[in-house]
Every structure is written in C-alpha cells, then in structure tokens.
C-alpha cells in the first residue's frame, strides 16, 4: 500500500519562543496532515 507525507522539522512551525517546539503549532499541524490524509510526518536531526 503506497502512503504520502511530510519532511518537516518541528522547529520550522511558529512558536511564541522564536521557534517551534512540539507545542499547540504542531498539534495544528498534525490535524492539517489527518485533514488532508497524510501518514507520515517526518523530521530528521
């Protein structure tokens, strides 16, 4: 079965601290991918 998704570092999203962490931003963005049918989220070191 084929599947689709993201390479993205959670410091790349907003965050009130100048930059991202696992916060409410990456609960967001993690909703957005379910919205739009993506499996994977990815981000690498």
Do not use: N
């Not at 689709?4 to 957005?32: C, E, K, N, Q, Y």
């Not at 991918?33 to 070191?45: D, M, T």
């Amino acid at each position: 079965m084929r599947a689709s998704g993201v390479l993205l570092h959670f410091t790349s999203l907003p965050s009130p601290h100048g930059i991202g962490d696992l916060g409410p931003w990456a609960r967001a963005f993690a909703d957005l991918l379910c919205e739009a049918k993506q499996k994977y989220w990815q981000f690498l070191p």
